[in-house]
């Protein structure tokens, strides 16, 4: 539920604070004192599109902000978080209330740039859209034009059917899925066939070729450095063998190793504890140049067992590792291609039985497909029978006493909502043939039957809030009156915010604003008043008769206020 709204620079809305809260809220005023415009800034904030045209002139910017009272887990929570957001705690009290408070935002400049915020967090409007479709329900005129649409027709059964639809279309969807994944492999298997049997080719000759060569991991960078050895092999003989003559001499001559044993030799003749600990130092030295010298004749004996044959060897092994590279791009690839290869070449073969298998499922398919419809279909069917009559009854309290509602569950084209054309027919007088509410109700008439469907559909989909524009357009008399009845019913459940010109409808208001311009033709934060006692009854006359002392008006405001008194509802 939204529990207060604040605008400024909205059309001809200065500033203005609208307390709202719980139940039945009716916003009432003079034409053209800004009363739509509650409307707007609400759209505002559900992530309606913003119109730089809404900016009140003279003013650079416009803004809304809400206070939400949100649950503290669910949908709503969780776009909050997703959002990088966050929830007010709400309330107070040993356990917590299990709601918060959700600060939501929008500004809008003179320019059209927008900005939304949404729990302290910038957010795109695309957030606010996310949070509309889980708080509120609005109904305008625009609202009712899409009541006529086949598809809101059938969102409004679905809703009213509750559970049994929402689990049969799940099912149904999860069918409709699986059939549409399933044709489209077949259909791609019969129509790329011939390119994937030149798939198949060009993958079993890479794989032979790739299997003749027989690659290591690192085989490539292996074989550069011994080619680049090979290639060098007497200039790296004369090295290795100047420095391991340098620590080893097999000639007499001095070297690092004779060196370091006299060394070694005079300090263990010492009694000095000091030398002889230097004494080990040297050993150690020693112990590493014979290590040292054995690996440099290691390596010269290797090169020695080299020889031209062995780098032809190396640079024939290279060309046909080269040739991998060139085709697959580099030697790792060909190696994952070798290993994943052939079970995409065993798919490529068993192309002709797998599009036998993937036939029989689509028909297994098909079949699953076929009843989850026929269950979908007899789900929709028995909640239209409930709907029409429950509607068509509260027609008869809505002033249409001989009107007849009727959901009818018509076979139409296979689609992800099922394979049921949805009409909502409505036979206004008796004998009348029921036709489609598109072409046969009026305006008032269809502004009461929307109202008939939420007040019905509330009872198995209840929506947090709901908010009217001028739902009462076009009616007036004992209809206004039991719109006002049906609305404060509704508000029982959910909360209601109605902008209305109807005293009969506004009575039935448990929190009654009224928006009245000031002198100079501005809303301003004193002009959005909370309306009681005699300010209500002197707008209620206002509504009924222009005149807010009209004594005859005044005693008809106080006998609607009667009426609307809770006993009475």
């Given at each position: 539920?939204?529990?207060?709204?604040?605008?400024r620079?909205?059309?001809?809305?200065?500033?203005?604070?609208?307390?709202?809260?719980?139940?039945?809220t009716a916003i009432?005023?003079?034409?053209?004192?800004g009363?739509?415009?509650?409307v707007?800034?609400?759209g505002l904030?559900?992530?309606?599109?913003?119109?730089?045209?809404a900016?009140r002139?003279?003013?650079?910017?416009a803004?809304?902000?809400?206070?939400?009272?949100?649950p503290?887990?669910g949908?709503?929570?969780?776009?909050?978080?997703?959002?990088?957001?966050?929830?007010?705690?709400f309330g107070?009290?040993?356990?917590?209330?299990?709601?918060?408070?959700?600060?939501v935002?929008?500004?809008?400049?003179?320019?059209?740039?927008s900005?939304?915020s949404?729990?302290?967090?910038?957010a795109?409007?695309?957030?606010l859209?996310?949070?509309?479709?889980e708080?509120?329900?609005?109904?305008?005129q625009?609202?009712?034009?899409?009541l006529?649409s086949?598809?809101a027709?059938?969102?409004?059964?679905d809703?009213?059917?509750?559970a049994?639809i929402?689990?049969?279309l799940e099912?149904?969807?999860?069918?409709y899925t699986?059939?549409?994944?399933?044709d489209?492999?077949i259909?791609?298997?019969?129509e790329?066939?011939?390119?994937?049997?030149?798939?198949?080719?060009?993958?079993?000759?890479?794989l032979a070729?790739?299997e003749?060569?027989?690659?290591e991991?690192?085989?490539?960078?292996?074989?550069a450095?011994?080619?680049?050895?090979?290639?060098?092999?007497e200039?790296?003989?004369?090295?290795a063998?100047?420095?391991?003559?340098?620590i080893?001499?097999?000639?007499?001559?001095?070297?690092a190793s004779?060196?370091?044993?006299e060394?070694?030799?005079?300090?263990?003749?010492?009694?000095?504890?000091?030398?002889?600990?230097?004494?080990?130092?040297?050993?150690?030295?020693?112990y590493?140049?014979?290590?040292?010298?054995?690996?440099?004749?290691?390596?010269?004996?290797?090169?020695?067992?080299?020889?031209?044959?062995?780098?032809?060897a190396?640079?024939?092994r290279r060309?046909?590792?080269t040739t991998?590279?060139?085709?697959?791009g580099s030697?790792d690839e060909?190696?994952?291609?070798?290993s994943?290869?052939?079970?995409?070449?065993?798919?490529?073969d068993d192309d002709?039985?797998?599009?036998?298998?993937?036939?029989?499922?689509?028909?297994a398919?098909?079949?699953?497909?076929?009843?989850?419809?026929?269950?979908?279909?007899?789900?929709r069917?028995?909640?239209?029978?409930?709907?029409?009559?429950a509607?068509?009854?509260?027609?008869h309290?809505?002033?249409m006493?001989?009107a007849?509602?009727?959901?009818?569950?018509?076979e139409?084209?296979?689609?992800s909502?099922?394979r049921?054309?949805?009409?909502?027919?409505l036979a206004?007088?008796?004998?009348?043939?029921?036709?489609?509410?598109?072409?046969?109700a009026s305006?008032?008439e269809?502004s009461r039957?929307?109202?008939a469907?939420?007040?019905v559909?509330?009872?198995?989909?209840p929506?947090?809030?709901?908010?009217?524009d001028?739902?009462?357009?076009?009616?007036?008399?004992?209809a206004?009156?039991?719109?006002g009845?049906?609305?404060?019913?509704?508000a029982?459940?959910?909360?209601?915010?109605a902008?209305t010109?109807?005293?009969q409808?506004?009575?039935?208001?448990?929190?009654?604003?009224?928006?009245?311009?000031?002198?100079?033709?501005?809303?301003?934060?004193?002009?959005?008043?909370?309306?009681?006692?005699?300010?209500?009854?002197?707008?209620m006359?206002?509504?009924?008769?222009g005149?807010?002392?009209s004594?005859?008006?005044l005693?008809?405001?106080?006998?609607?206020l009667?009426l609307?008194a809770p006993?009475?509802c």
């Amino acid at each position: 539920m939204i529990e207060e709204m604040r605008m400024r620079g909205l059309g001809v809305i200065d500033d203005a604070v609208l307390p709202l809260g719980p139940g039945f809220t009716a916003i009432t005023g003079e034409t053209g004192a800004g009363k739509t415009m509650v409307v707007t800034g609400l759209g505002l904030l559900l992530g309606n599109r913003a119109d730089s045209g809404a900016v009140r002139a003279g003013a650079d910017q416009a803004s809304v902000a809400g206070v939400w009272v949100v649950p503290a887990s669910g949908a709503v929570a969780d776009i909050v978080a997703d959002a990088g957001g966050e929830l007010e705690e709400f309330g107070s009290g040993e356990g917590g209330t299990g709601q918060g408070e959700l600060y939501v935002s929008r500004t809008l400049s003179a320019e059209g740039r927008s900005r939304a915020s949404v729990g302290g967090r910038a957010a795109p409007a695309g957030v606010l859209s996310a949070l509309a479709d889980e708080l509120v329900v609005v109904h305008g005129q625009s609202e009712q034009l899409r009541l006529r649409s086949a598809a809101a027709q059938r969102d409004a059964l679905d809703r009213f059917g509750g559970a049994p639809i929402a689990a049969a279309l799940e099912t149904y969807s999860s069918a409709y899925t699986r059939w549409r994944e399933l044709d489209a492999e077949i259909t791609d298997l019969s129509e790329n066939r011939d390119r994937r049997a030149e798939e198949a080719a060009r993958l079993r000759e890479q794989l032979a070729l790739i299997e003749a060569t027989a690659p290591e991991p690192g085989e490539d960078v292996v074989l550069a450095e011994r080619a680049e050895r090979l290639a060098n092999a007497e200039e790296l003989r004369v090295a290795a063998s100047l420095a391991r003559g340098a620590i080893s001499s097999e000639e007499g001559e001095p070297d690092a190793s004779a060196l370091v044993a006299e060394a070694r030799r005079h300090l263990e003749r010492s009694a000095d504890s000091a030398l002889a600990g230097i004494a080990e130092g040297i050993a150690d030295v020693g112990y590493r140049l014979s290590d040292l010298a054995l690996q440099l004749s290691a390596y010269l004996a290797d090169l020695d067992e080299s020889g031209p044959h062995e780098l032809a060897a190396v640079e024939e092994r290279r060309a046909a590792l080269t040739t991998l590279v060139r085709t697959h791009g580099s030697l790792d690839e060909a190696l994952e291609l070798w290993s994943s290869g052939s079970n995409r070449l065993a798919e490529l073969d068993d192309d002709g039985d797998r599009l036998e298998r993937l036939q029989s499922e689509r028909d297994a398919a098909r079949e699953a497909l076929d009843a989850a419809a026929s269950a979908l279909t007899d789900a929709r069917s028995e909640a239209a029978s409930r709907l029409g009559a429950a509607v068509t009854e509260e027609l008869h309290a809505l002033a249409m006493p001989d009107a007849r509602l009727e959901v009818a569950v018509r076979e139409g084209a296979e689609s992800s909502h099922g394979r049921d054309d949805v009409a909502i027919l409505l036979a206004p007088h008796p004998g009348a043939e029921p036709r489609s509410v598109a072409k046969s109700a009026s305006g008032g008439e269809l502004s009461r039957v929307m109202l008939a469907i939420e007040v019905v559909i509330a009872g198995t989909d209840p929506v947090p809030t709901f908010v009217f524009d001028e739902v009462d357009a076009g009616i007036g008399g004992a209809a206004a009156i039991e719109v006002g009845r049906r609305l404060a019913r509704l508000a029982e459940s959910s909360q209601v915010i109605a902008v209305t010109h109807l005293a009969q409808v506004a009575a039935f208001a448990s929190n009654h604003l009224s928006v009245v311009k000031s002198n100079d033709g501005a809303v301003t934060a004193s002009s959005v008043r909370r309306l009681d006692g005699p300010e209500r009854e002197a707008e209620m006359a206002r509504l009924l008769s222009g005149l807010a002392d009209s004594d005859a008006a005044l005693t008809h405001a106080r006998e609607l206020l009667s009426l609307s008194a809770p006993a009475n509802c």
